[in-house]
Structures are given as structure tokens and as C-alpha cells.
């Protein structure tokens, strides 16, 4: 799991983490809003915070590698879950200060228009947590993967069937004639 805790002195904070769930192949988000601000200690608290300052959402591979394209091309990546009437969008892109990127922007929105209940939460990331965040994001789609290739063995194991590999390098540099029609 990857944390940030982002206190502030105007108690509009915010807390994400990032957990790879092995059994959902999939990223969870969880985002939590700053509870309190300690003045003397200058320190703030997450804990006690209601279920209206907390989200969470599921994130593919997909939109994980999109994450991680944004970050190593400082470009903007973002997506939309569910329907017009309950969702959850997502948007991570450069975050500017007075004409000069000064790390990374990460904010996620939750409406539900049956409930009447419409969240948003936004944390920033300086550079270094970037690169952190791009690390974890790479070692969670490695994983992916390796598991992929895993269970895609075990099947070919329990199915008793071959899996093919690679014809020879004198094999592979044979030309080949294909009759394509284009």
C-alpha cells in the first residue's frame, strides 16, 4: 500500500492511499478528508471522518498505465465509472502554480443523484511523490502480469494442453511470404 497524508491549517486536507487487490486484479483508490488541524503541534487527523468524507474507487490496468503515461509525459490522463445518475470520475494531470509545474494533481468526484450526495476530493504530489507513485503503479502492473502468464499456465496444465513457445532464432529470421490484400 502507498499513503499520502496532505494536513493543512484550513482543515481541507486529504489523505490517498493506493492497494493492489490480488483477488480483483485491480488498483483501489481511497481518498479520506482531513478531520481535524492540531494548531500547536501543527499536525492534522484523518481518523473520524464520516462516510460523506471518505471514496474509494477501483481503478483497471488500463487506467493505471494511463496514470503512469501521464506522469512520465507530464500529460493528463483521466476516466468516468458508472452511470449519469451514480459515478465516479478521476483526473490526474500537472499541477501548476503561478505558471510553473510544481508536482502532480490527482483529484477524484463521486455523485450519486438518487442519494443527493456529490463528493470531491484533491491531493497534490511534489515531484519525488510522483515518482513514487509511478513505481508503485509499475511494480502493481508487473505483478499483473506475472500472474497472467501464471494462471494462463496453470490452465494449459490442467487442460493437459501444450504451451507453445517460440520457433528457433534460425526459424524466426526466415522471410515470409504473405499474400495480404492491402
Not at 27 to 50: C, D, H, M, Y
Not at 103 to 110: R, V
Not at 153 to 162: E, G, H
Amino acid at each position: 500500500m502507498l499513503q499520502f497524508y496532505k494536513p493543512n491549517a484550513k482543515n481541507t486536507g486529504s489523505a490517498c492511499s493506493f492497494s493492489y487487490n490480488k483477488n480483483d486484479k485491480a488498483l483501489w483508490v481511497n481518498f479520506i478528508k482531513q478531520a481535524s488541524w492540531n494548531p500547536e503541534a501543527k499536525t492534522g487527523t484523518f481518523k473520524g471522518s464520516g462516510p460523506e468524507k471518505k471514496a474509494n474507487s477501483k481503478f483497471s490496468v488500463t487506467e493505471l498505465a494511463g496514470l503512469v503515461h501521464a506522469i512520465e509525459t507530464n500529460g493528463e490522463y483521466g476516466n468516468f465509472h458508472g452511470t449519469k445518475e451514480r459515478n465516479t470520475t478521476f483526473k490526474f494531470c500537472p499541477y501548476i502554480r503561478e505558471g510553473n509545474q510544481i508536482g502532480y494533481s490527482f483529484s477524484l468526484n463521486q455523485n450519486n443523484q438518487k442519494e443527493g450526495v456529490k463528493k470531491s476530493f484533491i491531493i497534490g504530489f511534489n515531484f519525488a511523490e510522483g515518482r513514487m507513485l509511478k513505481e508503485y503503479a509499475l511494480t502493481v502492473l508487473n505483478n499483473y502480469f506475472v500472474e497472467c502468464i501464471e494462471e494462463s499456465q496453470s490452465y494449459a496444465k490442467k487442460t493437459d494442453k501444450k504451451v507453445e513457445t517460440p520457433a528457433s532464432t534460425e526459424d524466426n529470421n526466415q522471410e515470409v511470404d504473405l499474400d495480404v490484400p492491402w
